[in-house]
């Protein structure tokens, strides 16, 4: 899957979360109640009209962070490569990983608000890890079908937070490994320069490019 493909997946993927307005349906494990329930926290801060741009974006970033486990993510992202990098290596691109999911998320909300967004239950997929399952409907589209989107929350580090998802079947974090590592192996193995383009593909975002 190339970058460009990755990226569509990672738009929505992360703006659901964010931004999708959830079905009232009870949450019955932890997983599910911290989908269920931080959506609407996401939403309230998006849309606080007291705050200003910086802000709100400085109160969404804090929020964030605190429901998903990005540095874990990343260096799952870099495969082997984790561990030839230097730990400063490591930390730079785990900043910039950090900085281009945050952008992601803040850039494309609108794109996705007002869709409804239902828990419709969990499965374990193992120990201290969980798959929540939720189907995305679009109420303005009457013949489409319902989009599935899955998160999976492991509870391992005292507890549960957010560590990927998937669109359609296809799961973010494999996905940029995949293209991440194919990446490195094209340019030597240099984790900075991975960085420089994640920072390079945030900036774009950013300016709606």
Known sequence: MRLAAIRRVVTAALAVLAFAI?????????AEDLVANNIHKGL????????????????????LLGITDLKRVAVFTLGDYAVKATPADRDAFAAAFQR?????????????????????????????DDIVTTLLVDPKEQSGRPLEVDFRVRSDIGKPVI????????????????????????NGGGVPALSAYMDQLRAN???GN
Do not use: C, M
């Not at 959830?22 to 932890?30: D, I, K, L, R």
């Not at 609108?110 to 193992?126: A, E, F, I, P």
């Open 22 to 30: 959830v079905s009232p349906a009870a949450a019955a494990t932890p």
């Open 100 to 128: 281009y999911a945050v952008t992601v998320y803040q850039s494309y909300f609108q794109r996705y608000s007002g869709q409804t967004l239902k828990v419709t239950g969990s499965r374990v997929n193992g120990p201290a």
């Open 205 to 207: 975002i950013a300016s």
């Open 163 to 186: 560590v990927d998802f998937s669109v359609a079947g296809i799961w973010l974090a494999p996905a940029e490994h995949d293209e991440f590592v194919a990446f490195l192996g094209r």
């Open 44 to 63: 309230e801060i998006l849309n606080d009209v007291h705050l200003t741009q910086d802000q709100r974006r400085a109160a969404f970033e804090d929020f």
